[in-house]
């Protein structure tokens, strides 16, 4: 499994990242590529038949023969079924373009409170037990930066798209390690496109998150079909553009892959990432553990909870607690190590070494 940072850089990340804005020179604008070496079917994906049951209209009753109670009749069953259509529009009634949408992930459903309570109350013994692993930072530790504060707290960018299977999977680190600094409200469930792993994830649309420590401001870009769903704000735009590039030209000495790309993290201007961490780009497009579904979410989670059980092997989880481990010990080295039983614990303090001794650019 490679541990460099970058290795296995998914190559079609430039053209797939933000769908709201124009596309760049050299670009289709009708069909962004797509994520990953694999194309994946889709999930339950049915031929359609074209078979539609007709109803037989009564013909040859003339106006004339037709029973006047008939008339009436048909009159009450238009009332009734108008009253139907507006009970269920005020309720919120499941519609073809409400269903086309949620299929879309532009409305994802709420993510369970037990789902989430278990991701974000991972023992401190898992995190410790996993350390690093003899893995690479996946961040690229910069110098000369401006702070990127909010609130008086570092701020932690991410920017993604709910297609995008690298972000599917970096979601699941990134809560786990966020979830030890403050509270998520609002999550929501969702899983990558269908073509790209169909893994099971969240979506950070319409979610917040408190803490006394950083401050968090997700941004999902576009939906599972590729469409405009979020537009980040221009200052975070140009923080990718300077941090990750833009297109094929990647933003150096900060980004030392071959393009530009989604996920891209950054941690207080201190720590910037952009495209699928190495390891998780194996677990993607070598090994396929989580794809069409996976074992399942809360299977997940028990999983990341206990890596070294026979279900954490399964699917590596070790690979998501080294990544949550360096992001807590980012977030650490820019709080003033706050809260004390997270930055002094061992596995972020192991990680916080690696990053120490990282040569950083500007």
């Known amino acids: 499994m490679s541990s460099q940072r970058g290795a296995g850089r998914n190559r079609s990340f430039e053209a797939a990242r933000r769908g709201s804005q124009a596309p760049r020179a050299g670009q289709g604008a009708s069909t962004p590529k797509r994520l990953g070496a694999q194309a994946q079917p889709a999930r339950g994906a049915r031929p359609a038949t074209g078979a539609a049951r007709r109803y037989e209209r009564g013909r040859g009753r003339g106006r004339g023969s037709r029973p006047a109670w008939l008339g009436w009749g048909a009159v009450g069953v238009v009332l009734v079924v108008l009253v139907v259509l507006l009970v269920v529009k005020l309720s919120g009634g499941s519609s073809s373009s409400s269903s086309s949408s949620d299929a879309a992930g532009r409305h994802p459903a709420p993510a369970p409170a037990s789902l989430v309570s278990a991701l974000t109350t991972i023992p401190a013994s898992t995190f410790n037990a996993v350390g690093t692993a003899a893995e690479a930072s996946p961040f690229t530790v910069t110098k000369g930066q401006p702070p990127l504060t909010l609130d008086g707290k570092p701020q932690f960018v991410y ?12 979601r699941w680190s990134m809560i786990a390690a966020l979830g030890r600094f403050g509270t998520f409200h609002g999550l929501k469930i969702t899983s990558s496109a269908s073509t790209d792993g169909d893994i099971p994830t969240f979506s950070f649309l319409g979610s917040s998150y408190t803490s006394p420590y950083v401050s968090f401001t997700p941004y999902e870009s576009e939906d599972r ?4 769903l979020q537009i980040p704000p221009a200052y975070v735009q140009k923080l990718e553009a300077k941090y990750d590039g833009t297109g094929t030209t990647p933003a150096k000495p900060f980004n030392t892959g ?5 996920p891209f993290l950054d941690i207080g201007n201190k720590y910037v990432e952009s495209g699928d961490p190495g390891p998780m780009a194996v677990i993607f497009e070598a090994y396929g553990y989580l794809n069409n579904g996976g074992p399942g979410r809360p299977e997940i989670a028990a999983a990341l909870r206990s890596p070294s059980s026979s ?8 690979v998501f607690i080294v990544q949550a481990n360096y992001i807590a ?33 500007g």
């Open 258 to 262: 071959p393009s530009s790309g989604i």
């Open 311 to 318: 279900l954490g092997k399964s699917i590596d989880a070790r």
């Open 225 to 228: 079909l590729q469409q405009p």
């Open 159 to 170: 920017d993604g798209g709910e297609f995008c299977p690298y972000c599917a999977m970096m």
């Open 329 to 361: 010990a980012a977030i650490c080295s820019l709080d003033g190590g706050k809260p004390g039983s997270v930055c002094a614990s061992p596995g972020v303090v192991a990680a916080a070494k690696v990053l120490a001794k990282t040569r950083p650019v």
